[in-house]
């Protein structure tokens, strides 16, 4: 998303490119768009996705010490206080136990499943590395610290991306003002995702978990009365036994951990 053109945005959503534009330059100036970053499937590194939750109010001290706990590759800091954070473990118990010892015991937590991915070349670690520092990056510059011509970039990027094995996605804050709004929903309960896009209008599947069964949405609304109304709405829908609008304070990534796991792969093609 953060690395299509204004027309490609345009298409998807049946604006112009200009309007696209303004619009992502309005979400930028009021902070609802705080950046972007890179998010790899973890899978690609053969390890879990686990999201643990802090429903109670946490400080940004702690959500801070929670990125130096083994294996956690982001924390989400909400507007309530409460904490979502991103686990990415070769032992979930482990690193669990961890987290507990650093912020206590969670209130609760999501596993979520991925499909087997295809092993990645050198030239897409290579690319992978470079966007985690800077996502929207110039392809020249990005060409000149890979090594790689335009084209190959071009094609490893694109290829990445359709298969999600990388996501390229802003860093959402809060909701403010009028006019259009774009937000974070949490659907708890099995009920397929066409369902949901009937009910919330443009939607995105963020991420998904089994146990529980939860959805995380990219949603889009008028206002706030908008969301509100999509929001009761997708609440009565059978099998959904929960929905909620989760708005973050801040996103904090822990790039060097992620950044680690990259090199290691890179590593590992040097070696014989």
Known sequence: MARQSYRALGNLVSLSAPAVRDRLQALEKSDIIQGYWVTPDPTIFGRQDLLVFYQDERTR??????????????????????????????????????????????????????????????????????????????????????????????????????????????????????????????????????????????????????????KYLLCRARDLADVTSRTAQTSKLPGVRSVRVTLNREILVATEFVHSLVRAKIQGFAEP
């Open 61 to 214: 001290e702690e959500a801070v010490n929670a990125l130096t706990v083994r294996d956690v590759a982001f924390v989400a800091w909400k507007i309530d206080g409460g904490l979502t954070v991103q686990l990415w473990p070769l032992n979930k118990e482990e690193s669990v136990e961890e987290l507990t010892r650093k912020l206590g015991e969670p209130s609760g937590q999501a596993l979520a499943e991925h499909p087997p991915r295809r092993p990645l070349s050198l030239a897409d670690w290579r690319i992978i590395d470079v966007l985690l520092d800077d996502p929207r990056i110039e392809l020249s510059r990005l060409c000149k610290a890979t090594g790689l011509s335009p084209k190959t970039v071009r094609k490893h990027m694109s290829s990445m991306i359709r298969d999600e094995e990388i996501y390229i996605t802003p860093r959402l804050g809060t909701l403010s003002g009028s006019g259009e709004l774009v937000y974070h929903l949490v659907v708890d309960g099995k009920v397929p995702l066409s369902e949901l896009r009937r009910a919330l209008g443009d939607t995105v599947l963020v991420n998904e978990t089994i146990e529980p069964p939860m």
